[in-house]
């Protein structure tokens, strides 16, 4: 049969795209954009990884689903156009990013207040003066989470760009520097636009993985090895747990009205 609206496209679309049945998605959701997250998640919880055969690869346990989304804007706003079939209570971003500041270390977090709508694809949402913010009451479980761990963290606007190769540029760098931003990636900006777009409460946390500024910055395939294995399983950990805390509390994140 034809899909006829929008809610029977996503309805329809979001288990195509992952394999899993609507009816086991948690109402609580992480999102990434690397694999081992989620096989990860899946092994400490013993559950099965769904969809390895799918665009986006996911796991569930209890009320919380992780999902594999891929890298970049259209990935980021396909699924957050998606999971309005499930309406979910929070989704929360686990990504990496490149560091822009020089007291930004490798395996630090960045806990971003607002994101700059650099890569285009949100437009499509909002116009561009429409600004790029998180949920604040899931940025607080993150905060209190990450406390609760003992782990510092920078706060700050995160620049998100659809450039992939721009290290070379320095036009580029001088423009970032201008605008005085504490990271940069490809999907936190997107996640917080169509997720407010769709009515569903989002946040980020982002793993500082490389320092793009600088040539020995540059993420290399032996560096990202490095930055998984001694800062990766505190990035989920801290996640996992921050939406625990709005599940144990009974906290509702929602914190505008949408009209």
């Not at 905060?143 to 609760?148: N, Q, V």
Request: proline share 5%.
């Amino acid at each position: 049969m034809p899909l006829k609206n929008r809610n029977e496209i996503v309805t329809n679309w979001l288990p195509r795209y992952t394999g899993e049945k609507l009816k086991n998605f948690g109402e609580y959701i992480l999102l990434t954009n690397f694999a081992n997250y989620v096989e990860k998640f899946a092994k400490w919880n013993n559950v099965p990884v769904v969809g390895k055969d799918k665009p986006f690869q996911c796991a569930t346990a209890g009320n919380i689903t992780i999902i594999n989304f891929g890298m970049g804007s259209p990935g980021a706003a396909t699924i957050m156009d998606l999971l309005s079939a499930i309406k979910p209570k929070a989704a929360l971003f686990l990504g990496k990013c490149g560091g822009l500041k020089k007291r930004n270390k490798i395996g630090d977090l960045i806990l971003p207040i607002a994101a700059i709508r650099g890569e285009g694809t949100s437009n499509d949402y909002f116009p561009p003066e429409v600004p790029a913010l998180p949920a604040f009451a899931l940025q607080k479980a993150i905060s209190t989470t990450a406390r609760d761990y003992k782990v510092d963290y920078w706060t700050g606007t995160v620049y998100t760009t659809n450039r992939r190769v721009w290290e070379h540029d320095d036009a580029f760098k001088k423009y970032l520097t201008k605008i005085r931003a504490y990271a940069v990636d490809m999907e936190t900006a997107t996640i917080f636009t169509v997720g407010f777009y769709n009515h569903i409460p989002t946040g980020a946390l982002l793993l500082v993985s490389d320092q793009p500024m600088v040539a020995e910055g540059v993420k290399t395939a032996e560096s990202d090895k490095k930055v998984t294995s001694s800062y990766v399983d505190n990035h989920i950990k801290i996640g996992i747990d921050s939406l625990k805390q709005l599940i144990n509390n009974g906290l509702t994140v929602r914190h505008l009205r949408y009209l």
